[in-house]
């Protein structure tokens, strides 16, 4: 007789197919798990009760009119560069160079508003930073996309390294240019002129949010109704199948990454000349790697990246409102985050797969 072979009792199953309710309904049930084991953690460390620890998470995102507009202001931020590296993804070109892509944008805004202050009215300066700031973004995101397109360079660890490279670039010319000498930062740029500020649509929160919502729109129309949206999709899907129908594959990566890196320097723009008037190695504060998560978790969906940035903002201001209202350290905040992000990623495993338990175990096999 042949030796019995154990089975285990779980196995992992991939999932044939999840509704868009049943998906949902997992997403919905990670986002509360994190809340309750937040705040079972503050309320350890506080002694404070569940419910107020709660309504703090409210209070961080929305407990005020400036908190509301702060909170839709960073969502607005989030999300276009988020819709910035959806083509890319969506072509399976992993595009983790988003950092600095807005870097060099905002790199290029500030530029022009140290150097040309003087020297152009400010309508022209602020022309000019909209121009050099989405071509130097643009630049940015095309170079490793060359390297991949000739030479099938490997795209995550180029755009990786692309990253470092524009931090440094910005940490110099923050010496170059820093205000007063020896501070080793540049502060307000053009404080008393605002030369190169760009202007206020109702308050000085909106203009990001109305550019967030046109690149949406533009970006949901881009990917499915026009041709070149239709070749990313091909590409994404099989490069041979790309080439057997004629499409270029070559051209397509370089276009499409010329296109995420615009957008990105376009965000370093609104950050550099609409938000903090200033520039600094850490202005997009990691956004460009959130921005990797809420492009995935939206499955590549413009309209559903609205919803994915605001949980992330939302959770994000939350732990930050609970660290300073509980007399805790940043740190704390940064723990807090990182849980509610665990649980909104792993979340994903359990909609692409199911654990099997086998009720039949200890019986012998047919």
């Known amino acids: ?29 990670a986002i509360l798990a994190a809340l309750l084991l937040c705040a079972i953690i503050t309320m350890v460390c506080t002694g404070d009760n569940p419910i107020s620890i709660f309504v703090t998470i409210f209070k961080g995102a929305f407990g005020t009119q400036r908190k509301t507009w702060i909170t839709l202001q960073y969502v607005a931020i989030l999300l276009i560069i ?14 983790v160079g988003g950092e600095g892509q807005v870097l060099m944008g905002g790199l290029a805004a500030a530029a022009c508003m140290i150097t040309l202050a003087d020297k152009l009215p400010n309508a022209v300066v602020i022309i000019l930073m909209i121009v050099s700031s989405i071509l130097a973004g643009a630049i940015w995101g095309v170079i490793p996309a060359i390297f991949k397109a000739l030479w099938n360079t490997n795209e995550t660890l180029s755009t990786l390294m692309m990253n470092y490279i524009a931090t440094q670039l910005v940490a110099y010319f923050t010496i170059v240019w820093e205000v007063p000498k020896g501070s080793g930062k540049i502060g307000i740029i053009n404080q008393n002129s605002n030369v190169g500020w760009l202007p206020n649509i109702g308050n000085k929160y909106l203009l990001s949010i109305i550019v967030a919502a046109v690149v949406t729109i533009g970006m949901f129309i881009y990917l499915k109704f026009t041709k070149h949206g239709y070749e990313i999709e091909v590409v994404g899907e099989s490069q041979n199948t790309a080439r ?30 609409g938000i903090n008037h200033t520039i600094t190695t850490t202005i997009s504060a990691g956004q460009g790697f959130t921005g990797v998560m809420v492009s995935w978790l939206a499955k590549f969906n413009p309209v559903a990246m609205i919803f994915t940035s605001l949980l992330i903002i939302f959770m994000s201001r939350g732990a930050s409102e609970i660290s300073t209202a509980f007399e805790l350290n940043q740190s704390f905040a940064d723990i807090l985050t990182g849980i509610i992000l665990f649980f909104i990623i792993g979340c994903e495993f359990f909609i692409r797969y199911k654990i099997v338990v086998r009720k039949d175990l200890g019986k012998e096999d047919a």
């Open 1 to 29: 007789m042949g030796q019995k072979v154990k089975e285990p009792r779980y196995h992992i199953v991939k999932r044939a197919d999840i509704s868009k309710r049943e998906a949902w309904t997992i997403r919905i049930i």
């Open 82 to 95: 988020s819709l910035a590296l959806t083509p890319a993804f969506k072509m399976q070109f992993w595009n």
């Open 244 to 273: 057997y129908v004629g499409i270029s594959v070559e051209k397509v990566v370089i276009r499409t990454m010329l296109l995420s890196g615009a957008i990105c320097g376009l965000a370093g723009l609104l950050l550099v000349g």
